[in-house]
């Protein structure tokens, strides 16, 4: 490892974007402001959900849990990530780097699963109307949400033991402004075949299972909404998915593109600049999509806006 203010470094130098000097100062200043309103957002989502009684419903249970989830995976990333960006040092220590991949990647993970839960509960809800109380028993929804969260974490503990294994030879400069497991395969001084092949199984798994199981469910719920005669009837229904089916564009999407495609097909900058978009700016959108979209958030925003006001 290189040396450090004279003594042994045993950490990690995150490189991110230190060749750009300019860039830097402009990333700081977006990140904490995305940041602050990623807070805000998601904060504001989990509040509404508790204090309202109209929304103790399956759905703004899960969206809870993502809002949750959101605010803890940015805040995995962000707050390192604009302590390197305001000054010349740009190391994390050695646990450092490991508690972040760990908790980023199963994060991660967990909200992949959890949109193709969320996929299930807008089917009961638009094919199953007068069972959905009795299919997405408040029971369920817990099992449903817990497997998801020890699923996801299961893996990144699995995947995260796996990379801090491989031996780096006294590297520890990552081209990377994140703890994240492709510039760690690129670090490594042996053959990381076997560990190529193990992400790319995981990752069919933890990625491809829930699009399969959204895309399933959004057939079958297409399917029941055309049967819908009259256009306001179709238009709600559609209503109540169009929140949901864009934050899983937007994540898998990105996700996808960063996991499934060869290394040499992308620059490193690119996916530095890819990483950005779903660590920072979907965590930020999602509270907003489900605002702007959702008439029952809206509503609730508006009832605790006018009883906060109507005290005073």
């Known amino acids: 490892?290189?040396?450090?203010?004279?003594?042994?470094?045993?950490?990690?130098?995150?490189?991110?974007?230190?060749?750009?000097?300019?860039?830097?100062?402009?990333?700081?200043?977006?990140?904490?402001?995305?940041?602050?309103?990623?807070?805000?957002?998601?904060?504001?989502i989990i509040a509404l959900s508790y204090?309202?009684?109209?929304?103790?419903?399956?759905?703004?249970?899960?969206?809870?849990?993502?809002?949750?989830?959101?605010?803890?995976?940015?805040?995995?990333?962000?707050?390192?990530?604009?302590?390197?960006?305001?000054?010349?040092?740009?190391?994390?220590?050695?646990?450092?780097?490991?508690?972040?991949?760990?908790?980023?990647l199963g994060l991660g993970c967990t909200e992949c699963l959890l949109l193709g839960v969320m996929a299930f509960d807008r089917y009961a809800a638009v094919c199953r109307p007068l069972h959905y109380t009795v299919i997405m028993h408040p029971r369920l929804c817990a099992l449903m949400a817990s497997a998801s969260w020890i699923t996801g974490f299961a893996n990144s503990l699995l995947q995260t033991v796996l990379i801090f294994l491989l031996p780096l030879c006294g590297r520890n400069k990552l081209d990377h402004f994140l703890c994240e497991i492709p510039p760690f395969l690129k670090l490594a001084c042996?053959?990381?075949?076997?560990?190529?092949?193990?992400?790319?199984?995981?990752?069919?798994?933890?990625?491809?299972?829930?699009?399969?199981?959204?895309?399933?469910?959004?057939?079958?719920?297409?399917?029941?909404?055309?049967?819908i005669k009259s256009t306001a009837g179709q238009r709600k229904a559609f209503g109540t998915c169009g929140s949901h089916l864009t934050v899983v564009s937007l994540l898998f999407g990105t996700a996808i593109s960063v996991y499934f495609q060869p290394s040499s097909n992308n620059s490193?900058?690119?996916?530095?600049?890819?990483s950005l978009f779903y660590t920072v700016i979907i965590p930020m959108t999602n509270p907003l999509i489900y605002t702007l979209?959702?008439?029952?958030?809206?509503?609730?925003?508006?009832?605790?806006?006018?009883k906060d006001s109507d005290s005073r």
């Open 293 to 306: 979209r959702n008439k029952d958030v809206k509503g609730a925003m508006e009832k605790v806006l006018w």
């Open 268 to 274: 490193q900058d690119q996916d530095k600049f890819m």
């Open 51 to 104: 204090l309202d009684p109209r929304l103790h419903t399956p759905m703004y249970f899960f969206l809870s849990n993502l809002s949750f989830l959101d605010m803890c995976y940015a805040t995995s990333i962000v707050p390192q990530f604009l302590v390197n960006l305001s000054g010349a040092d740009k190391s994390i220590s050695y646990g450092g780097c490991v508690v972040q991949m760990l908790i980023s």
């Open 190 to 227: 042996v053959d990381t075949t076997m560990n190529v092949h193990a992400i790319f199984f995981t990752s069919v798994i933890i990625l491809l299972t829930p699009v399969a199981l959204i895309m399933f469910s959004y057939g079958l719920i297409v399917r029941a909404v055309l049967r």
């Open 1 to 44: 490892m290189e040396q450090k203010n004279g003594s042994s470094f045993t950490g990690f130098i995150l490189l991110g974007f230190s060749d750009r000097p300019q860039l830097e100062l402009v990333l700081l200043v977006i990140l904490l402001i995305f940041y602050i309103f990623t807070l805000l957002g998601n904060t504001t």
